[in-house]
């Protein structure tokens, strides 16, 4: 459990001392609580005059009405206590104030810091980690276990503390009267807690089950609405349905099962609690009645084993929930101990775009077999190159090593005559802008989407950029124009239009590498073309790799590319490739035909 206690100290850096001072805040706040009802057993005692026998009194009672003035001042003014009342409340409502203003200040200021500190990390974290993630996981981790955390540090922890300086003080006080009516009046509070600690753990279980459950309800939920039009198109909305009916069903036993378990937890456990409070007053009316005590000590003894009996049951449940922090801690600490990517090591060369592979290969670290196998080709700075081959031949992973999403396990790649591995990955990624197949546009507005790395650009540049992207007269279509939001992902958007914004959005920093990752194929053959002719009017000094299925896209390339299990097969121009027997006369042959 140290460990434990460690990374909840970490978390509180820059927060320990407003944290203990929040538990002083709340001995005071309880000691007040204490004081009042002892007031109430001095002033029963000022009235029956008991106050005059000081072995009633006890050593704690001697101090507190020795500071209320002495016994015959308080029997001779009553009224005092009107006073005494008026400054306790005073001075209870300033602690409870101040209290409560602190404990909320460090609730927002510790999520705040928990999820940022997740935030950064899960952004910096490398791509082949975040690609093998389940995002759901990761979603849980920075919502729920986050809250979950939160709560236990901020709220359950000082519902603790304030449970232990209640048992503490109001136990002192009892014994310092009579400890025979202080054990009576504890005597089932530990077979309570022990009861309420092992019964909630069920009750956890439970619960943990249903919440799983909503959890799937929910899940079905988004994911019916994203895939929506696929439902709509195979007429598949009775069966989704009859899928959703199942989900809430179980849903519905869970929760029925989680209640029963707890709406006995909470009956069963009233029995001890009533018990208790029932035997304290049985046996303080007896003593009450012989003699023994005061009939201010009897309510005393009522009031503070009323006091103690709630919060212990309930202490009991927090401490069976501690479980679910340490839980919390551990989800959150398998993406935190995660090493982040190293983003800024390297040398930042001039970057112009002259790449030469060479003999490079590379495996997935879960793979056996290369996915690039020994290729070797040159790319000039300003040459168009077109990368064509079947689904899983490679072209994509040679994006991502140019980018070091992953980095080449042999071979060599030189950019500019600088291997490729020892420059930093934050220069490679301002000088090679990607546009992936499947673009993503934020809840933002068309002009922002495209802004979104480079946000001092003038709003020419970015009119220019989607201009060559063939975007900027569709923009000027809508009512808004660039100002237009798009909506979550762009859903007000058509494909190609997403696509024609991602576009502009890589063009806009002139970089002198350009990757199209089949992002050509969510656009018509006629705005392909005039994308093409545009890049090709850009820049003659920029290097464009344009991976792609379609002949009509490579056809005007400088080199084209043809990738086949990891190894090039064929390498030269359209003219040359159509000519020799292979894939790309074969794509040739199949889209011509289609045409």
């Given at each position: 459990m140290k460990k434990y206690f460690k990374r909840v100290w970490d978390i509180l850096k820059g927060y320990r001392g407003a944290y203990?001072?929040?538990?002083?805040?709340?001995?005071?706040?309880?000691?007040?609580?204490?004081?009042?009802?002892?007031?109430?057993?001095?002033?029963?005692?000022?009235?029956?005059?008991?106050?005059?026998?000081?072995?009633?009194?006890?050593?704690?009672?001697?101090?507190?009405?020795?500071?209320?003035?002495?016994?015959?001042?308080?029997?001779?003014?009553?009224?005092?206590?009107?006073?005494?009342?008026?400054?306790?409340?005073?001075?209870?409502?300033?602690?409870?104030?101040?209290?409560?203003?602190?404990?909320?200040?460090?609730?927002?200021?510790?999520?705040?810091?928990?999820?940022?500190?997740?935030?950064?990390?899960?952004?910096?974290?490398?791509?082949?980690?975040?690609?093998?993630?389940?995002?759901?996981?990761?979603?849980?981790?920075?919502?729920?276990?986050?809250?979950v955390l939160r709560r236990f540090v901020i709220f359950q922890t000082s519902q603790v503390v304030w449970t232990f300086y209640i048992v503490i003080l109001a136990g002192l006080i009892l014994f310092s009267i009579d400890w025979k009516l202080a054990l009576v009046s504890m005597a089932l509070m530990p077979v309570l807690f022990i009861y309420a600690f092992f019964l909630s753990k069920k009750v956890r279980k439970a619960y943990r089950a249903t919440d799983d459950s909503e959890g799937l309800v929910t899940a079905k939920i988004e994911e019916n609405l994203n895939s929506v039009r696929v439902v709509k198109a195979y007429n598949n909305e009775k069966y989704e349905i009859n899928a959703f009916d199942h989900y809430l069903n179980d849903f519905k036993a869970k929760f029925i099962s989680w209640k029963k378990i707890s709406s006995f937890f909470s009956s069963s456990s009233d029995i001890l609690v009533f018990g208790q409070m029932l035997l304290t007053m049985l046996y303080g009316g007896y003593l009450t009645a012989i003699g023994e005590i005061s009939v201010g000590t009897f309510i005393l003894a009522n009031s503070f084993s009323t006091m103690i009996v709630w919060p212990l049951r309930d202490c009991a449940r927090i401490l069976s929930d501690a479980a679910r922090a340490v839980v919390a801690l551990d989800r959150m600490d398998l993406i935190l101990k995660e090493p982040i990517e190293d983003i800024n090591s390297g040398t930042k060369p001039p970057i112009h775009g002259d790449i030469v592979f060479d003999r490079t290969s590379f495996i997935y670290d879960d793979g056996d077999e290369a996915?690039?196998?020994?290729?070797?080709?040159?790319?000039?700075?300003?040459?168009?190159?077109?990368?064509?081959?079947?689904?899983?031949?490679?072209k994509s992973t040679l994006s991502h090593l140019l980018t070091r999403l992953y980095d080449y396990t042999g071979g060599s790649i030189k950019l500019d005559g600088v291997e490729l591995n020892t420059i930093s990955k934050e220069w490679?990624?301002?000088?090679?802008?990607?546009?992936?197949?499947?673009?993503?546009?934020?809840?933002?507005?068309?002009?922002?989407?495209?802004?979104?790395?480079?946000?001092?650009?003038?709003?020419?540049?970015?009119?220019?950029?989607?201009?060559?992207?063939?975007?900027?007269?569709?923009?000027?279509?809508?009512?808004?124009?660039?100002?237009?939001p798009v909506g979550e992902n762009g859903i007000t958007?058509?494909?190609?239009?997403?696509?024609?914004?991602?576009i502009a959005r890589s063009l806009i920093n002139n970089a002198p590498i350009l990757i199209f990752d089949d992002s050509l194929s969510a656009v018509d053959t006629e705005t392909d073309i005039k994308i093409r002719k545009a890049l090709a009017k850009r820049s003659k000094?920029?290097?464009?790799?344009?991976i792609t299925h379609r002949v009509a896209t490579a056809i005007d390339a400088d080199k084209i590319v043809v990738l086949e299990n990891g190894k090039i097969s064929q390498?030269?121009?359209?003219?040359?490739?159509?000519?020799?027997?292979?894939?790309?006369?074969?794509?040739?042959d199949i889209q011509t035909r289609m045409v």
């Open positions: 203990i001072f929040y538990f002083f805040l709340q001995f005071c706040s309880v000691f007040i609580m204490i004081l009042s009802t002892y007031t109430a057993k001095i002033l029963s005692d000022t009235i029956t005059k008991d106050i005059l026998n000081s072995d009633r009194l006890g050593v704690v009672g001697g101090w507190v009405v020795t500071l209320y003035g002495g016994a015959e001042f308080l029997i001779n003014n009553l009224w005092i206590f009107a006073i005494i009342y008026i400054a306790i409340a005073i001075l209870g409502a300033g602690f409870s104030i101040w209290r409560i203003v602190l404990r909320g200040k460090m609730t927002t200021a510790i999520s705040k810091k928990i999820m940022m500190n997740l935030f950064y990390h899960i952004e910096r974290l490398p791509y082949p980690y975040l690609k093998k993630c389940k995002s759901g996981d990761i979603i849980q981790t920075c919502t729920r276990d986050e809250a996915v690039l196998n020994d290729i070797s080709l040159h790319i000039k700075p300003g040459e168009t190159i077109a990368i064509m081959g079947k689904t899983g031949s490679g490679l990624r301002k000088n090679i802008s990607c546009v992936l197949q499947e673009p993503f546009l934020f809840s933002k507005t068309i002009i922002n989407n495209i802004k979104i790395a480079y946000k001092n650009v003038s709003d020419e540049e970015v009119y220019k950029a989607a201009k060559i992207a063939a975007i900027d007269e569709s923009i000027r279509e809508f009512k808004d124009g660039y100002d237009t958007l058509s494909g190609g239009q997403k696509q024609r914004v991602a000094q920029s290097t464009t790799i344009i390498l030269g121009k359209h003219q040359d490739l159509i000519k020799q027997e292979g894939l790309y006369k074969n794509l040739f």
